[in-house]
């Protein structure tokens, strides 16, 4: 705790320079003042810290282990620092199995692999970033090989897709459309869906054999078409539908699901479906909807719930002084308030 403590203060003193610094850290430290240059000098089983600001990876292909902080997304939370914005695209090859990602807001999507040949990542964590997408694999076209993968307290703009990726944890995620292409091995709980594109759009796409429990989902098309779409051998327990579905649907079985529920007044503060970081989305009328575990559906619920601010782990400054000029003294008198945010 006082390593990272120490690099945060770091930051601000650079920053007071008008430099955006990005430190490494492996045992022992090193600043740079490019970020190409930290990821391109990085070695694997490096932490990376991300300052606040915008910048440009155009699309960032990962070939190491590394952990990647950010300093969050929220801009409630991020006042102090400004949210870590990566303006592009990110690709984990197999190599970047074992790492994680958290903190950051990605203008665009997050692969696994170039080709087939690369995208077998396995133990790899998602949590608290905002993203255009989150593909497992290369293509769609391809069965992909990655496994292990935590999907956790994200923002995801369009789809979650699988590529048959195996023992997925999809948890207490914000979902602006919907999951597809997932083959077994994977778990969907307590998640909101809300919007979605197209006609017809989907609650679900082309998943077998997978478990959703105590998700909500109030998707909607361009036209009154959302539905269930090629699933197969599905479990759906204590969901939220804003479609009155009778199970079992096709080959998906279900119980204690609550069905054809208005999207009107459900959630505290949400008049659209598209999400905004002015929304509330914790369900109006609490203990109404529970899921299997007794807490409310959606992802406030469940066993990590989704964390107001989105803030990462690592310690985040939440806010700060600097005077304009030194005391008579000499002294520059500078306010720090420091805050971590658990798991």
């Known amino acids: 705790m006082k390593t990272s ?13 008008s430099q955006q610094t990005f430190v490494r850290q492996n045992g ?20 990376i810290y991300l300052p606040g600001g915008a910048f ?39 190599n970047a199995s ?40 290369s293509s769609a076209s391809y069965v992909s090989g990655a496994s292990y993968i935590t999907i956790r307290e994200n923002i995801v703009r369009t789809i979650v897709r699988g590529d048959d990726a195996q023992f997925v944890n999809v948890e207490n995620n914000l979902i602006q459309g919907h999951v597809d292409y997932f083959n077994g091995n994977v ?27 105590n998700n909500v989902f109030m998707n909607n098309g361009s036209c009154d078409n959302v539905r269930i779409n090629a699933a197969y051998s599905c479990i759906f327990q ?38 905004g970081y002015n929304d509330n989305y914790h369900i109006a009328t609490p203990s109404t909807y529970l899921g299997t575990d007794g807490s409310d559906a959606g992802m406030y619920g469940g066993f990590i719930p989704f964390k107001e601010g989105s803030i990462p782990t690592n310690p985040h400054i939440m806010s700060k002084s600097i005077a304009p000029q030194t005391t008579p003294a000499g002294d520059l008198n500078i306010s720090i308030i420091v805050g971590a945010q658990g798991n």
């Open 238 to 275: 204590n969901n939220v539908f804003n479609k009155a579905y009778v199970f079992p649907v096709g080959t998906n079985i279900g119980n204690g699901n609550y069905v054809g529920v208005s999207f009107t007044g459900f959630f505290v503060n949400a008049t659209d479906y598209t999400i």
């Open 5 to 17: 403590l120490f690099f945060i203060f770091s930051f601000i003193l650079l920053n007071g320079y």
């Open 98 to 137: 074992n790492g994680s990602l958290t903190g950051v807001f990605l203008t665009g999507f997050l692969r696994f692999g170039t080709s087939v040949s690369d995208d077998d990542v396995t133990l790899y964590s998602i949590t608290r970033c905002n993203l255009e997408s989150i593909e497992l694999g």
């Open 28 to 47: 022992t430290s090193h600043v740079y003042y490019s970020i190409s240059e930290v990821f391109s000098t990085a070695q694997p089983g490096d932490t």
């Open 56 to 94: 440009n990876i155009s699309t960032l292909t990962i070939d190491k282990k590394l952990h990647i902080f950010g300093v969050g997304h929220h801009p409630d939370s991020t006042s102090a620092t400004y949210a870590t914005t990566l303006s592009g695209n990110l690709i984990m090859t197999t």
């Open 187 to 213: 778990l969907f709980r307590n998640n909101t869906f809300i919007g979605g594109s197209g006609c017809p759009s989907y609650h679900v796409n082309y998943v077998t054999s997978g478990t959703f429990e």
